[in-house]
């Protein structure tokens, strides 16, 4: 699921998922925060402060110190994600090497006894100079502290778009609303460095005897705040995110079959086999503005920023007014930024090699051997059909030309042999 506004609202409909959205490929690729702080090493987190219930203090608290210390902060189980209402597969992701634990995170056993020792609250009531003086005594650079709420409304007879049900007032849909707002307070200066406010919104909707299985609202009020949570972090932190790619549709004659065979390849995530291809059809038409968001997207998706922003640049370049081209050029960008800041902190992306083929061997002109799978087509030592078979290729099959010698096609059959097929038996 991609959440495309701030506010984010979850529609549980008689226990059904409709998803209507059909890409080419889902993946999970590194993300830059929203606003980098990549000096950053050690981090303290003070108790948010929930002002219509104290026991989400630590339910927020504890969240956003489990998002820091995941190792694969971002990543999720896609089709379990809603509170595991399906089993599904783990998300995919094509980076390599990249652990998402960033920061040491002091334990909560040191703050309380140094706010016990300063005589201050846990709580994020505390100003920023307390903040900052506790977080000098434990040598930290940043303390995060906050307050978040939540509010809850029951409606009867309607449906989650606010209109009237058909089941009248057998039908109830319970909203919880939680907002809040993150403060990075600098340990050094004793001034708020960062911001951050966030809204989230989950609604359930049941009728009749389901009308029993809407949780309470603290239980929804729980998964508003891990929302919350994530947010706040995805603000100052480094980690993935699930993004929908849809890949450019290219009409190049010279490729016609290929581009088809490249976009097969990439449904599947294969993405050694698309690579040389889409390069190939970028290096064909190089002022292609499609060709080269294509290839941005390819290396983009294994964590290679450099080489993403440099063709989704292109891309953008050639097409200023579409705003695709314009968003990927400004990702890959904030990219550029993280994947230093993974040099410098010993973690680097792995580099990514892409195995399936060379350039050349895509732009190699081949032939299709005639009739079914069924059937064997002779291909001969020399271009003479009284010269020794060296091999009999079912029909259907492709092969790549070497040269053409007459009446025969020199074509390369598996591993190193190669062989002549007359003309007659290919189309």
């Known amino acids: 699921m991609k959440f495309h506004n701030p506010i984010i609202t979850i529609i549980l409909l008689f226990g059904a998922i409709v998803n209507l959205q059909s890409q080419d490929i889902e993946s999970f690729i590194l993300k830059a ?97 307390s903040a900052a003086e506790v977080g000098r005594i434990l040598g930290l650079d940043i303390i995060l502290m906050g307050n978040v709420n939540y509010s809850s409304v029951d409606e009867k007879g309607t449906n989650l778009l606010g209109l009237a049900s058909s089941s009248g ?33 989950l609604s359930i909707y049941k009728c009749d005897d389901q009308r029993s299985g809407i949780p309470k609202s603290e239980v929804m009020a729980e998964t508003c705040m891990k929302q919350l949570a994530r947010e706040f972090t995805d603000y100052f932190a480094p980690g993935y995110q699930y993004i929908e790619y849809e890949f450019e549709r290219i009409k190049l004659k010279e490729f016609k079959s290929k581009g088809k065979e490249a976009m097969g390849f990439i449904e599947k995530g294969d993405l050694d086999r698309a690579f040389p291809i889409v390069y190939a059809m970028f290096e064909a038409d190089s002022y292609n503005p499609k060709a080269a968001y294509n290839l941005g997207i390819l290396y983009e998706m294994v964590g290679s920023y450099t080489d993403a922003y440099e063709y989704y640049g292109i891309a953008y370049e050639l097409d200023y007014t579409n705003d695709k081209y314009a968003e990927a050029a400004k990702r890959a960008k904030a990219g550029v930024g993280l994947n230093e800041y993974l040099e410098d902190i010993g973690r680097p992306v792995q580099p990514y090699t892409f195995t399936g083929g060379g350039i050349a061997d895509v732009l190699a002109d081949r032939v299709q051997i005639k009739g079914s799978s069924s059937d064997r087509v002779k291909v001969y030592e020399l271009p003479d059909k009284n010269s020794e078979v060296v091999a009999k290729v079912p029909g259907g099959l492709e092969f790549q030309i070497i040269e053409k010698s007459g009446q025969f096609y020199k074509i390369q059959l598996r591993g190193t042999k190669t062989g002549y097929v007359h003309k007659s038996y290919v189309k």
């Open 169 to 201: 007032s057998n039908c109830l849909t319970r909203r919880v609303v939680a907002k809040g707002t993150l403060k990075m307070v600098s340990v050094e200066t004793a001034q708020i460095v960062g911001t951050k406010s966030a809204e989230t919104e």
């Open 33 to 129: 925060p929203e606003k980098p702080f990549y000096s950053i090493k050690k981090i303290g987190v003070l108790e948010f402060e929930c002002t219509n219930n104290r026991r989400m203090n630590t339910v927020i608290t504890n969240f956003i110190v489990t998002d820091l210390l995941d190792q694969y902060r971002g990543i999720y189980d896609k089709e379990s994600k809603l509170w595991g209402l399906k089993k599904g597969k783990q998300g995919q992701t094509f980076v390599k090497g990249v652990k998402t634990d960033f920061y040491q995170i002091i334990e909560r056993d040191q703050l309380k006894k140094v706010l016990r020792e300063q005589k201050l609250s846990l709580s994020g009531a505390i100003d920023e100079n």
